[in-house]
């Protein structure tokens, strides 16, 4: 057996943005083992309910992520409306889901960027991010941020969109669906991408169930899981179905997130057509008393909110199991047995959102 | 117009942010603002940098690695706490985990606020930073000259 030795992966590195360490162990080029540490980023923030009025608190969970914000802020929010009992106006709902389908088309752009450019394609890059700037004006125009929204309340929406301003939102997705389908394109033919990714960092069907992946990771690898399926917001009307791809590998999760963008452009052209009359918001009277798990399809997988209140104004315990903390055992998996050269590449296909992760 | 302020290298540490800042930050770098086009370029390596970026307040585990980052760039070197985190800990400020601002540990030239910092006010963030690091570099050339 030949010599190990251990390299050290982070907390301060050039692939990602965020922070994680992982400790490498290496036998010649190729990794027997990655042990991850994490906690960089830990504020404690769930500790906050007992301190917020739990309306408020609303702002302070859409934080828990920059990338992931507004769906973050209306699972929180459906916990709270389940557990008092609220029906939140149909208008709301579909308006909720245009804009969590703007989060992904643009969480996803960003990660596509984020893998060329750990696989040294500076190009595909600048490309993908350019493409996502053109999903956040329109975000910007009706929310009026651009990462962080705070559109969501509890009981509905803050602001409406003026029906003719969706109509200007369908225009401008449909004149940039030719540069996403392009953008897809080199993806799924390049050469360069090919080399990189087919067969690298294999999770198979069996493993990514056993090992709890979720979102594109599991769907990557075969499984037919995302929580849209059960129809929450206003999927259930939209005729939604989950996209997934067999082999397991870091090409295949690169293409379910790049068949998503295409996917989400159509949720918000049917969102559009469909879109119901009335009110934006419910009047919310009282405090919630009992407790929920509200689950959501995130950019980056299944997300789980869990709120227990006691029908005081501040809520007493809020849990967040968020998708990057069970996709750690799978990447574990993936890591092993690899080539050093490429666990930038491997990392990042369960796009990893340490924000999320830690909280 | 000195050597610096031509091509200044920044290197970007997230304290413990959300992520939104961080994005804004790349965002930056990228077609629509291109930071690039002042010579800026960010790099990976303390040793290269000569602007740090601070996105998120300080916790416990973040504040070694910052005050860590910030000992090994060269003089004459700056410091820009973006979004308010880092400014003052923002909405996380009550929380047990968080000390505060990006000033608890290292010193802060610039600070610039926003939940998340727009890519527009980062760039003016940068741009004031650099005539700061002008100012350093006076200085240091004076004081080496006597």
New interface residues.
Partial sequence: MSNQIVVPFG?????L???IHLDLVLEDERVVEAVPTI???????E??VE?RDFKDYV??AE?????C?FTHSVTYCNAIEHIMGIEVPPRAQFIRTIWMEYSRMHSHL?WL?LTADAMGFENL??NA??L??EILDDMEATTG????QGSSKVGGIRLDIPDEKLGEMVDHLKSIRPLLEESNRIFTHDQTVRHRMRGLGVLSKEEAWDLGAVGPTARGSGCDMDVRSTGYSAYGELGFKPITFPHGDCLDRCLVRSEEVLAAVDLVERAVAKMPDGPIEEKVKGNPDGEYFAFSEQPRGECMHYVKANGKKNIVRHRVRTPTFTNIPPLVKMLAGIELADVPVVVLTIDP????AER | MSYITKSPWII????????????????CL???YDLERFGIVN????KHADVFLVT??I?E??RE?VKN?YDQMPDPKVVVAIGICATTGG??R?????MGGVDKVIPVDVYVPG??A?PESIIDGVVRALGILEEKRTKMTEKGGK
């Fill in positions: 907390p301060q590195h050039p692939v943005p965020e922070p906690g960089y980023v830990h504020r404690g923030l500790k906050l301190k702002l302070i934080r828990i992520c920059g990338i914000s960003l960027g890059f600048m991010w350019r996502r700037e941020g651009r990462v962080i959102c340490i924000g999320c | 970007h540490y997230d304290g413990s942010s959300c992520n939104g800042c961080d994005i804004e930050v790349l965002a990228t077609p629509l790099t990976g390596n303390p998120g307040g916790n585990q973040s690695v980052t909405v996380f009550e929380c047990y985990n968080i939940c998340a727009r």
